[in-house]
């Protein structure tokens, strides 16, 4: 049987395996990472009232057109 301080020995043991020590990472964020780019956060705006809008899908379409005019 275990002693008091064996026991305690024990959990602490125990316990800091759990622990994480790796540094804290921010999360990745994906399409809502931030940026310290205005013309990138104002993309990011127009898409997010596209989004937001559902059906309304004319700017989806202009933004495909006016790709394909460039590469073109």
């Not at 994906?30 to 993309?43: A, Y």
């Amino acid at each position: 049987m275990f002693t008091r301080l064996e026991t305690l020995k024990h959990f602490m043991r125990t316990i800091l395996i759990h622990v994480d020590r790796k540094p804290i990472q921010t999360p990745v964020l994906g399409r809502w990472t931030l940026h310290n780019c205005e013309k990138k956060n104002s993309i990011k705006v127009d898409m997010t009232n596209e989004d937001h809008c559902g059906v309304c899908d004319k700017m989806r379409y202009d933004y495909i057109k006016k790709n394909n005019e460039r590469n073109d």
